[in-house]
């Protein structure tokens, strides 16, 4: 009953604050999606964006499963230990154009002091080029065995503030995949083996397109260079 009743609590501070964390959201999904520099152009940095607030079902998984491992999620801790509660996801064409987003979350964070990182940004990947792209940037890289790529950007509006939300930044092919992923392995991931297997082959489907893609843009950049 206690563990229940944590929970109950935990989620209660959740939605008590649910409101103003979407609003902090939503702000960051607006920035993004009206920025001249990202969406100007003819070939515009950013291609979408969207933005979700965490499930409050998926997160009372979350908290029971923090509570039998013992390492129990709060209402007091909530708010620092889940960081993805509230999420914007932004996606673009071709790799060398993350560098462009990350250079602007990058000003906006130290120069125009609008957002503050709740800790270093972070690239995911499983590919060794995509390693070398990513440290190049600056990015702390982490290899998933699970063949996620994505970077990562924790932001809250000032180091005091109880909202934190996190900005996804990705590639369509890698959306794709995530996209696949996530429906069936999240919250608990498939037991089917040829499923499995099935999103390995995805992932090198993915990454030779992605390839192609950079490729592609680069041709196109060199022969109007001329």
């Given at each position: ?13 959740f ?45 009372r ?27 914007v ?43 070398g ?24 509006p000032?180091t005091?503030?109880?909202h ?29 083996v ?33």
């Open positions: 009953m206690s563990e229940q009743h944590d929970a109950d609590l935990a989620l209660a501070a939605e008590e604050r649910r409101h103003e964390l979407s609003i902090f959201m939503k702000g960051i999904e607006g920035w993004f999606s009206s920025h001249p520099k990202l969406t100007g152009g003819s070939t515009p940095t950013v291609h979408s964006v969207k933005s979700r607030i965490k499930d409050s079902g998926h997160l998984e979350k908290i029971v499963r923090k509570q039998v491992g013992g390492d129990p999620i709060t209402a007091e801790n909530l708010f620092t230990r889940v960081t993805d509660l509230a999420g996801r932004v996606l673009h064409l071709y790799q060398e154009q993350a560098r462009v987003i990350h250079n602007a979350i990058i000003d906006k964070v130290e120069k125009q002091r609008d957002w503050v990182f709740n800790e270093a940004p972070k690239a995911y990947t499983w590919d060794p080029e995509a390693q792209f990513f440290t190049d940037m600056g990015l702390e890289v982490h290899v998933k065995d699970s063949f996620y790529t994505s970077v990562h950007y924790l932001v809250r000032r005091d503030s109880p934190c939300c996190e900005i996804q930044v990705r590639t369509l092919f890698e959306e794709i995949w995530g996209e696949v992923d996530h429906t069936l392995n999240y919250p608990n991931p498939t037991d089917n040829a499923c499995r297997e099935q999103l390995r082959v995805l992932t090198k489907v993915v990454g030779a397109g992605s390839r192609l893609v950079d490729a592609i843009f680069r041709t196109a950049a060199s022969t109007s260079a001329r």
